[in-house]
T-cell receptor
């Protein structure tokens, strides 16, 4: 597709349930990022993929959070046993990894997660 | 580690007023610097960028100059419009493990009144 696509756009779940969020990056973009944006706050880095490996998982808040990526394509962010503090917009972004690239990120519209 | 600090909002201006949103950074390498904008109900999008010291990024009347000596990348616009109301994020991108890692400031919300 032309841009970064995320699904679902909106997810309401009950505390304790698992959720899976999906990101489809721009074709040819080898780097993929997940960020979390709580209401009225800035972007919190979660995890970064280069291809299908994750050199930096330092931002994952707890072991309830995990992410994987298939090749240089779709990524899924999974949150197990959701808690109310997980409520946020989860943003995915992709970027090129080529010589001279400046690290510009292209964002999806986000998945809004509400945990009741 | 790398970090970005930007002025707290919200900032409220009247139409045609001059805008400055301050941003300073710390980085161990030679980062690229960015301003991203998030309009109400929309996703983040790149507003402008600068890749090396003394570069000026500009777009839609907004400007920012990469100042290495003061580690700053302040966003300015000479005459704001109501349509500029949004949240503005300063960010840096540094080479990292074969790619880039981008770190964002906390964001500054701008309200422009007619």
């Amino acid at each position: 597709g032309a841009g970064v696509s995320q699904s679902p756009s909106n997810k309401v779940t009950e505390k304790g349930k698992d959720v899976e969020l999906r990101c489809d990056p721009i074709s040819g973009h080898t780097a993929l990022y997940w960020y979390r944006q709580r209401l009225g706050q800035g972007l919190e880095f979660l995890i970064y993929f280069q291809g299908n490996s994750a050199p930096d998982k330092s931002g994952l808040p707890s072991d309830r959070f995990s992410a994987e990526r298939t090749g240089e394509s779709v990524s899924t962010l999974t949150i197990q046993r959701t808690q109310q503090e997980d409520s946020a917009v989860y943003l995915c972004a992709s970027s090129l990894k080529v010589a001279g690239a400046t690290g510009e990120l292209f964002f999806g519209e986000g998945s809004r997660l509400t945990v009741l | 580690g790398d970090s970005v600090t930007q002025m707290e909002g919200p900032v409220t201006l009247s139409e045609e007023a001059f805008l400055t949103i301050n941003c300073t950074y710390t980085a161990t390498g030679y980062p690229s610097l960015f301003w991203y904008v998030q309009y109400p109900g929309e996703g983040l999008q790149l507003l402008l960028k600068a890749t090396k010291a003394d570069d000026k990024g500009s777009n839609k009347g907004f400007e920012a100059t990469y100042r290495k000596e003061t580690t700053s990348f302040h966003l300015e616009k000479g005459s704001v419009q109501v349509s500029d109301s949004a949240v503005y994020f300063c960010a840096l991108s540094d080479r990292y493990t074969g790619g880039f890692k981008t770190i964002f400031g906390a964001g500054t919300r701008l309200f422009v009144k007619a």
